[in-house]
């Protein structure tokens, strides 16, 4: 620990980490433990080709998906313009929505500073947003109470002061209404463009592409469109419980909030829930004896995806916007799977004319003749639905549901590809050419020419032959965008009847959309179109690409006179080998980590060849938890061999990993006698059945959902499902001062490196991030000798700085120390005690987050002892003072670095300034490498 020494200005350090601040430390941390709850669930590993998911709630969601560059894909520009255009529309995404601010404002004549009562300037203004209309506009109301007077804003000093551009130039104003709308010539309105840039769901589109990719950048994305999306009028954080002020299910973008949900943001469940609930009665229970769509497909089909994503995601517990927690998820999912099996074979499947198609009324659409629409079908909208029709079939378990939907969708299929799709219309004026695309309506027509639509047309009716005019090419383009939303239908109907014929009329629809075999595609990637152009083609279409690889069920031969025999899966061989070997290991006293890992690539090559043959086995689902089981047990055991941890620790992991083969061993061959139970010298016992359950990585300081490599982090788990160690433990260093990578049985491995362990308990484990981590998105396995398994991702910054807390939750008062005899506050600005003649209070704060990521660029402050050169970062980190009447000061850094006696801790000594005297609570922050830390509270008196 950095202490003040013999001269004022003299420091000096001692390596010993005393031991109550350890005891106070680790206790604080243990009992926020208890404080958050989260709902991840078990991962799927993936095969050579398909991307991977970090579990199988977000795998629904999200995939399947094939990895971007894969040489299975033969439609490269889906690949290219996927990279690019989705960082081009996500950058025109505001971090900050347009919105009206809180409180109000007050302006003088000839000022450019703006002064708030109430507001919230840093949270609700972004200078720095996409121009041209959310960089810093501001509208503010003027005097004579009805004009907006608009400004733009040049910079923030704090939630209550704002600098514009240009002095205020009409008549003061005072409490006056601001918002940040803003109408351009070119653009629109401000709030129309915080809608129309995430219609058709941006920020689900920028997480698939993030597991398609691996590149952070498309994560870190998501993220920023879901939180902004979040803040939106229509949600307000999930305060907005005033239905008339929600969007519409067309438009309201469901699946990037659940990603965003399950990715570190669970407060989020109680409002998506009480939305979906509320449509999903208004637009479909309650017309479930319909003759038609109630609304159309568009409406009706985003609502079944969204309520069967639901019966599936939708956690346990979750907290509740107006405080507590629901403990009810399990019932709620239920309720949504038995209202989308009924609903989809007693509403859609019903309502589906014979030919495929599903037609409706819309009676408040206005076509261009004056009248209404009547009995029409718009593809694209089917589409959509297609999209929930899909989802259900792939989450139910009844067989009769299965058996309706599965028709209805290949009903649909027929009808989309060989009645509604102009693929053998040419283009009159547009010589070589072909429409190859889905009208924008098709059947019936409007209350006034009742027959416009019946062989397909436009809102103007349809004007045979179909002309391109003066576009050309691109009118041709622009058609193929109605073909959008089909691909992904296709493929599942391939999936699962093995009938080529759909993967071939796929194909044929995804090669008029990013084919460019004849020359023209369609506008995914326009620079002139809305970005809605970009996400309505790359919503659903990536999942063609993984399904049209195979089928999850094989079609039924023709008989013949002489059939051939069928081999049987190959995954079965595979999983027996690798039980084989781990059993092999699991009895060997001397194991080397080579060996190891070659047992986990044959796991992992044998799971992945049992994803796309789970078709052939009954306990698909059985067989799938042990084989991820086995692999996490014998990933775990590598790192802990590599890290050079008990080696009985290490035995015992092998010995589990080959238990689980077994028991998939078994399932997949019935008849083949099941793997004793285990027995080993400790008495381990096993549950028969595994459970993997959620590690949810956080700070130990803050609780933040990033952490840093080298840094101290914490693991919340669930105790319902799978406790993270069986019983509460402290750890201690060795001699050496080395911490163990397994405490309690337990260990914990962070993208295939051992972490070193400080406290472990059934919900909290507190550990070091190892150094050498390096990928945002690595897997976090935590596990036992037990058998229990929990299991998470991480999400990592180079620095991400975070104080702590005497009740370590983040926000609380602060653990801080005088440096003088190490006493906690309240503190005085002087500390007559010091030694030399500056009185100044030197005080010492806690952190963690800080050290990895910031370069020593002074080194003449650096510490040099015996046992050579302490790094002082002071010169890159400073410390904010907030007082509770809003001034801020900058404190003097002292030191800045490791502390040196526990592994990710890190150290601030700074100097109380005479101006906080009598100050009463103030609130400390750090900034390192443009990063802030949490807020913590120190009392000066």
């Avoid at 044998?606 to 689902?621: I, L, P, R, V």
């Avoid at 956080?698 to 959902?705: D, E, F, G, M, V």
């Avoid at 209070?841 to 963690?848: D, E, N, V, W």
Wanted: proline share 6%.
């Amino acid at each position: 620990m950095i202490t003040q020494g013999r001269s004022a200005r003299r420091l000096h350090i001692s390596l010993s980490f005393p031991k109550i601040l350890y005891l106070v430390l680790i206790a604080a941390l243990a009992f926020a433990g208890t404080r958050i709850v989260t709902a991840q669930s078990t991962s799927t590993d993936a095969s050579t080709d398909l991307a991977s998911f970090p579990s199988v709630e977000v795998a629904l969601i999200a995939g399947p998906q094939l990895k971007a560059g894969s040489s299975l894909n033969p439609y490269s520009r889906f690949d290219s313009i996927a990279a690019s255009r989705a960082l081009v529309d996500a950058r025109q995404y505001p971090s900050i929505p347009t919105n009206t601010l809180t409180g109000t404002v007050t302006a003088s004549q000839g000022s450019k500073i703006v002064i708030g009562n109430g507001t919230r300037f840093t949270s609700q203004i972004d200078p720095a947003g996409p121009a041209p209309l959310f960089n810093g506009r501001l509208r503010i109301r003027d005097a004579d109470g009805t004009t907006m007077r608009v400004v733009q804003v040049a910079s923030i000093q704090s939630d209550s002061q704002l600098t514009l551009t240009a002095s205020w130039g009409y008549s003061a104003v005072t409490g006056a209404l601001a918002d940040t709308d803003y109408y351009d010539e070119w653009e629109g309105w401000a709030h129309d463009a915080t809608i129309t840039r995430n219609y058709y769901d941006l920020a689900l589109c920028l997480y698939e592409e993030y597991y398609r990719t691996g590149d952070v950048q498309y994560l870190q994305e998501a993220r920023r469109v879901a939180d902004s999306w979040w803040q939106a009028p229509f949600c307000k954080a999930g305060t907005e419980r005033n239905s008339s002020q929600w969007l519409q299910p067309r438009a309201i973008s469901l699946g990037g909030l659940m990603l965003r949900a399950l990715d570190g943001r669970p407060e989020m469940w109680d409002w998506i829930n009480q939305y979906q609930r509320h449509y999903w009665n208004e637009w479909v229970m309650n017309h479930i004896s319909d003759s038609q769509l109630f609304g159309g497909a568009r409406e009706s089909g985003y609502l079944l995806l969204y309520a069967t994503w639901l019966s599936r995601v939708l956690p346990d517990t979750f907290p509740l916007t107006a405080g507590g927690t629901a403990t009810n998820g399990a019932a709620l999912r239920a309720a949504y799977l038995s209202d989308v099996e009924r609903a989809a074979v007693n509403y859609y499947a019903r309502v589906q004319y014979p030919d495929g198609s599903w037609r409706w009324d819309d009676p408040w659409a206005q076509a261009d003749d004056g009248g209404t629409l009547k009995g029409i079908m718009q593809p694209f909208m089917v589409g959509l639905l297609l999209e929930g029709m899909v989802a259900v079939h792939r989450v139910t378990t009844n067989a009769n549901v299965k058996a309706v939907v599965q028709q209805a969708i290949t009903r649909s299929c027929d009808n989309l590809y060989n009645i509604t799709y102009r693929r053998e219309e040419a283009v009159p004026d547009v010589p070589g050419k072909y429409w190859r695309s889905q009208w924008y309506y098709y059947y019936g027509g409007t209350s006034v020419h009742p027959n416009w639509f019946e062989h397909g047309g436009s809102d103007q009716g349809a004007a045979l032959p179909n002309k391109a005019g003066t576009n050309g090419t691109d009118s041709v383009a622009s058609a193929r965008h109605m073909n959008s939303t089909l691909p992904q239908a296709f493929g599942y109907a391939y999936a699962i009847t093995g009938d080529e014929r759909y993967k071939h009329w796929g194909e044929d629809i995804m090669d008029s959309s990013f084919g460019m075999s004849d020359g023209v595609m369609g506008i995914a990637d326009s620079p002139y179109s809305q970005p809605k152009a970009y996400t309505m083609n790359y919503r659903a279409s990536g999942k063609f690409l993984a399904w049209r690889l195979g089928s999850q069920q094989n079609p039924s031969p023709s008989p013949t006179p002489t059939p051939t025999p069928k081999p049987g899966p190959a995954s079965t061989g595979m999983v027996a080998t690798a039980y084989s070997t781990a059993s092999s290991l699991a009895a060997s006293t001397s194991v080397t980590v080579d060996q190891i890992n070659a047992l986990t690539t044959s796991i992992e090559q044998a799971y992945a060849t049992f994803n796309t043959e789970s078709g052939s086995f009954s306990s698909a689902s059985l067989i799938n938890t042990d084989l991820l089981a086995a692999l996490y047990f014998s990933r775990a055991a590598a790192a802990l061999s590599a890290a050079g941890g008990p080696a009985v620790g290490v035995q015992n992991r092998l010995r589990i990993a080959a238990y689980r083969l077994g028991q998939a061993n078994n399932l997949m061959q019935p008849g083949v006698a099941p793997p004793p139970v285990l027995s080993i010298a400790d008495s381990l016992t096993v549950n028969p059945a595994p459970i993997i359950g959620p590690a949810d990585t956080r700070s130990s300081a803050s609780l933040a959902p990033v952490v840093a490599p080298a840094s101290m982090g914490v693991i919340l788990g669930d105790t319902t499902q799978s406790p993270l160690a069986a019983q509460t433990s402290y750890a201690a260093p060795n001699a050496n001062g080395a911490w163990p990578y397994e405490l309690a049985g337990v260990s914990v491995t962070v993208e295939g490196r051992a972490a070193p362990l400080f406290y472990v308990s059934p919900s909290r484990i507190d550990f070091c991030v190892p150094q050498g981590v390096t990928s945002n998105g690595a897997e976090v396995l935590v596990t036992a000798q037990d058998g229990t398994i929990s299991r998470g991702t991480i999400a990592l910054a180079q620095t991400a700085p975070a104080l702590f807390s005497a009740s370590a939750v983040g926000a609380s008062a602060s653990l801080s120390l005088n440096s003088a005899g190490l006493i906690a506050g309240p503190f005085d600005v002087m500390t007559q005690g010091n030694l030399g003649t500056d009185k100044r209070t030197r005080l010492m704060i806690f952190a963690t987050g800080m050290s990895n990521g910031v370069a020593d660029t002074d080194v003449s402050n650096d510490i040099r002892t015996t046992a050579g050169v302490i790094q002082n970062l002071s010169e890159s980190v400073s410390v904010e003072a907030r007082t509770s009447d809003g001034r801020i000061f900058w404190l003097p850094v002292e030191y800045a670095g490791r502390q040196g006696g526990l592994p990710g801790l890190d150290q601030i000594n700074i100097i109380l300034i005479p101006e906080l005297r009598g100050t009463g609570n103030v609130e400390l922050t750090l900034l390192v490498a443009q990063q802030r830390s949490n807020s913590v509270t120190v009392q000066i008196r």
